[in-house]
């Protein structure tokens, strides 16, 4: 089994039609190294070429293992879509600020570089900016990166509006190459920003691809580190989310789709719309990155396809 893929836009770049978030669970501390860096040895395998991670998550746990995984596969890394989100930054363990000042945004660049062991960075994406962030002089330092090598693309994530923002802020200038909009069968908002992307000639890689499959049975084994983390996510859901989770719950037919695991459902569905590039997920267990990666070039059933777009409505 080999993942398939797709050219990204008019980057130049062709992608796995999956990819992988190194962020949470898979660097956090119920996860062993060793463990985590073997995931990355074997998503290569399959066929994965596009990792996305940041300098906020988890700390910097998540760059500095990809790091270690991408200087155990040689000169093959050279070939993988490796971006990172800047902008976002931690302060101690639990408070998150926004901060796309130049030096943040050039210091969170080189320090990237440094831990993830890399010449240039094939994606530096900005982490759901708003307007008030995006200044003549972001752009400036933006087109720099670009144009000193230390960034091959850049894009821009978050929500229709966040990059519609990037996007006008960066309007005829060419800078941005990427979106990274959330997109999945419980949140389909992006809809339009996605197809007017595709016109543009701009690489389209959805996020939030699995609707953090809150509309699924979580496990039951408590001894498990994922059943933890899972209940976790799902009471942050239903505090912060609760729209999010009320399309998911609708969404709870995806979980008897004869022939399909819920969480291919969902990918399928994401890799369904013919102007997306690539469909991220995240997982930190080897059966689930499998599961995921086979759910390449399957095509979803088009009354399932129907059903997904009547249950957002």
């Given amino acids: 089994m080999t993942v398939a893929t797709r050219r990204l836009g008019r980057t130049g770049w062709t992608v796995s039609e999956l990819g992988l978030a190194c962020t949470r669970p898979w660097s956090g501390r119920w996860m062993d190294e060793a463990s985590a ?28 293992r990809l790091g270690k995984a991408l200087r155990t596969l040689g000169p093959e890394r050279d070939h993988l879509l490796i971006s990172i989100g800047v902008g976002t930054v931690r302060l101690g363990r639990s408070q998150v600020i926004r901060d796309f000042s130049p030096d943040t945004v050039e210091q969170q660049v080189a320090e990237s570089l440094d831990r993830l062991g890399l010449d240039r960075l094939p994606l530096v994406c900005l982490d759901r900016p708003e307007s008030a ?15 000193e090598g ?6 821009v994530a978050g929500s229709p509006q966040q990059i519609t923002a990037g996007l006008v802020a960066a309007r005829g200038t060419g800078l941005i190459d990427v979106i990274m909009p959330a997109y999945s069968p419980a949140d389909q908002d992006s809809e339009a920003i996605i197809e007017q992307a595709a016109l543009d000639g701009l690489g389209v890689i959805a996020t939030g691809t699995l609707a953090r499959m809150s509309f ?22 239903r505090l912060v989310a609760a729209g999010q989770v009320a399309r998911a719950q609708r969404c709870r037919f995806l979980t008897a789709v004869k022939g399909w695991s819920a969480a291919q459902a969902c990918l399928g569905f994401v890799l369904s719309h013919p102007d997306v590039h690539s469909a991220v997920f995240a997982t930190a267990d080897l059966r689930h990155l499998h599961e995921n990666a086979a759910a390449s070039g399957r095509v979803l059933p088009t009354e399932v396809i129907r059903r997904i777009v009547s249950a957002h409505r």
């Fill in 37 to 64: 860096i073997a995931l990355i040895q074997q998503a290569v395998k399959l066929g994965i070429t596009g990792f996305h991670t940041g300098p906020c998550y988890d700390g910097v746990r998540a760059q500095e």
């Fill in 150 to 155: 230390a960034a091959d693309l850049i894009g």
């Fill in 133 to 147: 962030y995006l200044t003549d002089d972001l752009m400036d330092t933006l087109a720099a990166l670009k144009g």
């Fill in 216 to 237: 699924a049975e979580m496990d039951a084994d408590w001894s498990l580190p994922r059943t933890w983390w899972q209940a976790k996510r799902r009471l942050t859901d």
